[in-house]
């Protein structure tokens, strides 16, 4: 895979819905999103948690789907075809067990998969939880990471991302209320992940409504939205009208650079590199 770096790179991340149990329907929708991406000149796009199969853990036998199912491979072809990196969610079955899988998919056809490592309290009765906080390369030259919905409130992950040289972390979600109670919580909690540990953190989240179970009337369910804050812990976009969208951002790569290179200055400072770690045990 090229690598390539420059200043600044522009990343997009997207607040949609998806059809639940439908992926072949839901590629549909991916890829247009994608196809704006590339027109806006996007290095790499995040969908939402779950998108590809649509989050439901109710009906996660029914609608779960292996690594290897044809509309995981669309998601490739689409990759290749536009030349950008997809970063893209599905409930993932393997064997008998069950994930919430995030993965990379990169214009080389390869695939690089994360399986949310820490799960809700409804997640933990249908789903296994994976074991590694690994970062990953963007064919743009970025180091990234995933913190997934519910794993943004565990402030060590992001951290831990960070002393891996991650640059941006995404956080796509699959999380219901209402749009307000989401730009709250994530204004209160994203800003200081980026502060503390520098990196830009981009949030994405499912939006819209799907039939409720034994009924044909639509109920509210997901909160939409998409926030991303920079290394100085400063909102730089933010799109919570409640429709489907593509928000695009720039990473500073140079910003990035000076607040590793250990600029005396406070303004510059990379706190993780100040810790104690043997005091927290």
Not at 18 to 47: D, H, M, T, Y
Not at 90 to 101: A, K, L
Not at 156 to 170: D, G, K, P
Not at 250 to 276: C, G, H
């Amino acid at each position: 895979m090229d690598r390539f770096i420059t200043n600044p790179v522009r990343i997009g991340v997207v607040q949609t819905g998806s059809v639940p149990g439908c992926p072949e329907q839901n590629v549909q929708i991916l890829r247009q999103f994608a196809q704006q991406a590339k027109e806006a000149g996007c290095a790499a796009v995040c969908f939402p948690e779950g998108f590809l199969t649509g989050y439901d853990p109710g009906h996660a036998q029914e609608y779960a789907v292996p690594q290897d199912d044809p509309a995981v491979l669309a998601v490739s072809e689409t990759a290749a075809e536009l030349g950008i990196d997809v970063l893209a969610g599905f409930m993932e079955v393997s064997g008998r067990v069950f994930y919430i899988n995030h993965s990379v998919f990169y214009p080389d056809s390869s695939v690089l998969p994360y399986r949310k490592t820490h799960l809700g309290d409804k997640e933990r009765s249908v789903f296994a939880a994976g074991n590694r906080l690994a970062v990953f390369p963007l064919s743009c030259g970025l180091t990234a990471g995933f913190q997934v919905c519910v794993e943004c409130h565990f402030p060590e992950i992001t951290q831990t991302l960070s002393l891996r040289s991650a640059q941006v972390v995404f956080s796509p979600f699959a999380s219901p209320g209402t749009s307000t109670d989401r730009e709250r919580i994530w204004k209160t909690i994203i800003p200081a992940r980026c502060y503390d540990n520098r990196v830009y953190l981009a949030c994405c989240n499912q939006v819209g409504r799907r039939p409720s179970a034994g009924s044909n009337d639509p109920v509210p369910e997901f909160a939409g939205g998409c926030l991303v804050c920079g290394p100085d812990g400063v909102v730089i976009a933010e799109d919570f009208g409640g429709q489907p969208s593509l928000l695009t951002f720039d990473v500073d790569t140079a910003l990035l650079q000076r607040y590793r290179s250990e600029d005396p200055s406070m303004k510059y400072r990379y706190f993780p590199a100040k810790r104690r770690p043997e005091l927290y045990k």
